[in-house]
């Protein structure tokens, strides 16, 4: 489908990476691009309550065409991309009938995308991909997402006779550093639950994610003259890793899969008087995400008792696991299956080994649940998506509209 790939390309090359130093909401200016650039398209293609708020957060409705009630849904996705690659100057390329072998991105930089490294490739042999230049990261997450959406509004205006309720859509900025749905305003979106499409592999449907918490660790020193230091220097790097060489070796992210928890040390720094680290706590069960956090705060007081209270440890939590959210309210993942089931997609529903908006939107009163999007490698030069996947991903927000308006709610 031309139309897909064109809006989608569309929405790549316009550059709107989040930053999580900026304390503006967009965190960056850019991101206002896409936003004021999406919200004339939703008013071009006949959706109605378009609107885009002073933190670029955008809403529209597609009324219903049914004279019974049943239930508001929405379909959610974010344009900003990740701070940890290069969103600048993204030059997609369509990879048509996709021969199964390697992918040379860049051949001056010898830059390849290659199915002996990126197993899930094999998947999509036969098939159109896009691609970056090896520059860039391509931005289908979550590009693609707003791609499929977009485009399943569109047919349902041009196809009346596809009875639906009404339909709310929210686009929102930096997702991407943890912000959103920080801003979103529930009430105005009215929806009685929601759907991410921000998922990757067709077929997967997640309403699990990461209970998850950030955490500074603080270490002071002495600094003396080496020379004359015993029984007086204290080096603040010394401390931070014996700390850090205290957290349980195997409990990393890459020694880690499926529910396993972790503790993930991203950045550290340090000179003999003051050293920091940050890391992640994350863990799918609340109850042992708990305890990880109050092993950290014993550590601490362990160590302070050695070393005369010079560390300190601050923690904050991030987002929850959805679950507890959606289980109560779990038609809404059997219509998202069911959706799937009737177009011929095997649904994948497993724990996400992260968190969305949508964990952050349940427990603000909207539950949730994550679809896949179709994209693979985010956040990198190696990222890619099918056109197959998009275009299944828009069959199953057209089925899942089709099937809520008939559902027995009383099941």
Avoid at 19 to 44: F, H
Avoid at 150 to 165: D, K, N, W
Avoid at 195 to 213: H, I, K, P, R
Avoid at 241 to 262: C, D, H, I, M, Y
Wanted: glycine share 8%; charged share 25%; with cysteine.
């Amino acid at each position: 489908m031309k139309k897909i790939v064109d809006r989608f390309i569309s929405y790549a090359q316009i550059d709107t990476q989040s930053d999580p130093d900026s304390e503006s909401t967009p965190s960056t200016q850019k991101q206002w691009v896409l936003a004021r650039k999406l919200a004339a398209e939703l008013n071009a293609m006949g959706m109605s309550e378009v609107s885009i708020d002073d933190n670029g957060y955008i809403m529209a409705t597609l009324a219903s065409n049914i004279d019974r009630d049943v239930p508001v849904i929405g379909f959610i996705a974010h344009y900003d991309t990740s701070p940890d690659f290069s969103g600048q100057g993204v030059k997609p390329r369509i990879i048509e009938n996709y021969d199964g072998g390697e992918i040379t991105l860049n051949a001056s930089k010898n830059i390849i995308l290659s199915p002996e490294y990126f197993e899930d490739l094999k998947m999509y042999e036969g098939q159109t991909l896009i691609v970056t230049d090896g520059n860039t990261l391509l931005g289908a997450d979550d590009k693609a997402g707003i791609t499929e959406i977009m485009t399943a509004m569109e047919y349902l205006i041009q196809h009346p006779e596809i009875e639906h309720g009404k339909i709310r859509v929210g686009f929102t900025p930096d997702e991407e550093i943890g912000r959103g749905a920080h801003k979103f305003e529930v009430d105005k979106f009215g929806a009685d639950w929601a759907y991410t499409m921000d998922g990757s592999q067709v077929g997967e449907l997640e309403y699990e994610n990461f209970n998850a918490a950030h955490a500074i660790v603080r270490t002071k020193g002495k600094s003396v003259h080496p020379g004359y230091a015993k029984g007086k220097l204290v080096n603040a790097i010394g401390i931070l890793n014996e700390f850090a060489s205290q957290l349980p070796v195997e409990e990393v992210p890459e020694r880690t899969s499926e529910r396993e928890g972790f503790y993930h040390i991203y950045k550290m720094k340090g000179e003999i008087e003051q050293a920091e680290m940050e890391l992640i706590i994350r863990d799918h069960n609340r109850e042992a995400f708990e305890e990880r956090k109050q092993f950290l705060e014993r550590l601490g007081d362990q160590l302070n008792e050695k070393h005369s209270k010079a560390i300190e440890v601050l923690i904050k939590d991030q987002y929850y696991n959805m679950r507890e959210k959606i289980e109560p309210v779990y038609h809404i993942v059997d219509i998202a299956r069911e959706a799937m089931m009737a177009l011929q997609i095997e649904p994948i529903i497993k724990p996400i080994r992260g968190g969305t908006d949508g964990s952050q939107l349940s427990y603000m009163g909207l539950p949730c649940p994550n679809i896949f999007a179709g994209g693979h490698n985010f956040h990198g030069k190696y990222e890619y998506v099918p056109l197959e996947s998009m275009e299944k991903a828009v069959a199953v927000i057209l089925k899942i509209c089709e099937l809520t308006a008939t559902y027995d709610f009383k099941v």
